[in-house]
C-alpha cells in the first residue's frame, strides 16, 4: 500500500494498477500544487483511463476528460462509478486535434503523456490554447528524470548497467515514436519551447520526485520488476537490438525468482525518479 493512501479517504486508490500507485506519490504533490486550493475547471487531454482525471477531482474541481479510445474511456466510467466524483466528471470521445467545445471554456487544460503521440504538436498546443480561457492554465505533464535504482556495480556482468537500460529505453522511445508517427512535424525543441512557440507567457517548469527503499509494498515490487522485464520483452528485434547478450543474461538473472540473484532479494535498491510539467498562462 502506498502510504500517502492512507489519508486520502477514498478506497478506489487502492485499486489502482502498480504503474499508477507508485506514481500517486509523485503525482498527488504536483496536482496539488497545479490547483492550490481553487475549484478550477479543467479540461483532461488524452485522458486515458482517467487516473489523474480524477486526482484532480479529489481536489475539488470540474473535469471534463476527451480521449479518442472507446475501451479507455469505458474503463476512466467504470473507475468513476467507484468514486464520489460521479457528477463532477465528465468523459466523452474526443479527437485532441479538434476539441468538440467553444472557444474560451476551461480554467486549466491537463495533457500528460499525450504530446508525444501527437504528429502536429504545434497544431495540438495551439487547439488547447484556443479552449482555455484568457489567463487560464496549460500544463504539459512529459519527461522527467530517469528512473535509476541500481548501484554502479551489481555484481553480476558489466558495472554501468543501469545507464545501458537507460540508452536502451531511448533507443525503443525513438524507434517506437517513429513507428506510430510516420507523418509527424518535426518539432526538435524542448516542451517550454512548445509553449514559447505558441505564445504562452509565464512559462515554468517543475518537477517531483520520489524515493524508496526496501522493505517494498507489493506496488513498488511489480513496478521494479516491469522495470527489468519490458527492457526484456522489447528487445524483440522489432526494432533492432536493445541489449548485448551479456545485459541481456543479467536481465534473465535478475528477474528469475527462483535465482540467488533475483533482483527483490537485493537489500540496496534505491529507486528515484521524477515527473515533469510545463505550465504556461493564455494571455488576456
Ligand atoms: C500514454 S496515454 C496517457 C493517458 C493519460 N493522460 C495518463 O497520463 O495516464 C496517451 C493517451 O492519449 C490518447 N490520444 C492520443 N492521440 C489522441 C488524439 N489525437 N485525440 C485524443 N486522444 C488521443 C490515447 O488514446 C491515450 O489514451
Known amino acids: 500500500m502506498v502510504s500517502s493512501h492512507e489519508n486520502s479517504h477514498a478506497p478506489w486508490l487502492e485499486k489502482l494498477d502498480f504503474h499508477h500507485q507508485v506514481e500517486y506519490d509523485i503525482i498527488q504533490p504536483m496536482i496539488s500544487w497545479l490547483c492550490d486550493g481553487q475549484n478550477l475547471h479543467i479540461l483532461d487531454a488524452g485522458c486515458g483511463t482517467g487516473t489523474t482525471t480524477l486526482l484532480f477531482a479529489n481536489q475539488g474541481c470540474m473535469l471534463v476528460g476527451v480521449d479518442q479510445d472507446e475501451t479507455a474511456l469505458q474503463n476512466a466510467n467504470k473507475l468513476l462509478e467507484q468514486t464520489s466524483h460521479v457528477g463532477q466528471v465528465v468523459f466523452q470521445r474526443g479527437n485532441v486535434n479538434q476539441l468538440p467545445f467553444e472557444d474560451d471554456t476551461f480554467d486549466m487544460v491537463w495533457t500528460s503523456y499525450v504530446l508525444h503521440h501527437i504528429a502536429d504538436k504545434l497544431h495540438v498546443v495551439g487547439e488547447l490554447k484556443r479552449v482555455l480561457k484568457p489567463g487560464g492554465r496549460l500544463a504539459i505533464r512529459e519527461g522527467g528524470l530517469p528512473l535509476q535504482m541500481l548501484p554502479h556495480d551489481i555484481g553480476l556482468g558489466e558495472p554501468g548497467l543501469q545507464d545501458r537500460l537507460r540508452v536502451a529505453q531511448n533507443t525503443w522511445f525513438t524507434a517506437m515514436t517513429r513507428h506510430i508517427l510516420p507523418d509527424e512535424k518535426p518539432y526538435p525543441f524542448g516542451w517550454s519551447q512548445l509553449l514559447l512557440d505558441s505564445k504562452f507567457t509565464d512559462v515554468q517548469a517543475r518537477t517531483f520526485v520520489t524515493d524508496f527503499l526496501p522493505p517494498f509494498n507489493k506496488a513498488q515490487q511489480q513496478f521494479i520488476l516491469h522495470y527489468f522485464q519490458r527492457t526484456l520483452d522489447r528487445d524483440d528485434g522489432k526494432y533492432g537490438p536493445l541489449l548485448n547478450d551479456a545485459d541481456k543474461k543479467t536481465l534473465e538473472q535478475l ?30
Not at 258 to 274: P, Q, W
Open 255 to 284: 528477474t528469475n525468482e527462483n535465482s540467488e540473484t533475483f533482483i527483490l532479494k537485493r537489500r540496496d535498491l534505491h529507486v528515484r525518479y521524477g515527473l515533469s510539467v510545463y505550465l504556461g498562462v493564455k494571455p488576456a
